[in-house]
């Protein structure tokens, strides 16, 4: 069993940066690859990035990269999602999980455990 809160969502004007973090209860963290997705009013849940369970390893979504970055510390049980260059478009829930498919990440499956979300809100 593992159970996810996120944390360090907020408003943030366009152009700003936060980092989020995924706190993992459970002695199993380190075994799961991560993921973050998120999800705006009136759209689908969506992939943003996933990091396998080493670390040695990450992917994210065409719409975030080179401004994203998913990092994890296994000795924390924390996941991270640093967020660059906002853009107003990226506000949304934000969400971890924790990812047993690594491959099939970005369609949403093998997922195993997700958080209960974190708001980020980007102002214009």
């Known amino acids: 069993q593992v159970q996810l809160v996120e944390s360090g969502g907020g408003l943030v004007q366009a152009g700003g940066s936060l980092r989020l973090s995924c706190a993992a209860s459970?002695?199993?963290?380190?075994?799961?690859?991560m993921g973050w997705f998120r999800q705006a009013p009136g759209k689908e849940r969506e992939f943003v990035a996933a990091?396998?369970?080493?670390?040695?390893?990450?992917y994210y979504a065409d719409s975030v990269k080179g401004r994203f970055t998913i990092s994890r510390d296994n000795a924390k049980n924390t996941v991270y999602l640093q967020m660059n260059s906002l853009k107003p478009e990226d506000a949304a829930v934000y969400y971890c999980?924790?990812?047993?498919?690594?491959?099939?990440?970005?369609?949403?499956?093998?997922?195993?455990?997700w958080g209960q979300g974190t708001q980020v809100t980007v102002s214009s």
């Open positions: 999980a924790a990812v047993s498919d690594y491959l099939r990440v970005a369609t949403m499956s093998g997922i195993d455990y």
């Open positions: 990091i396998t369970w080493s670390g040695g390893s990450t």
């Open positions: 459970g002695r199993t963290f380190s075994r799961y690859a």
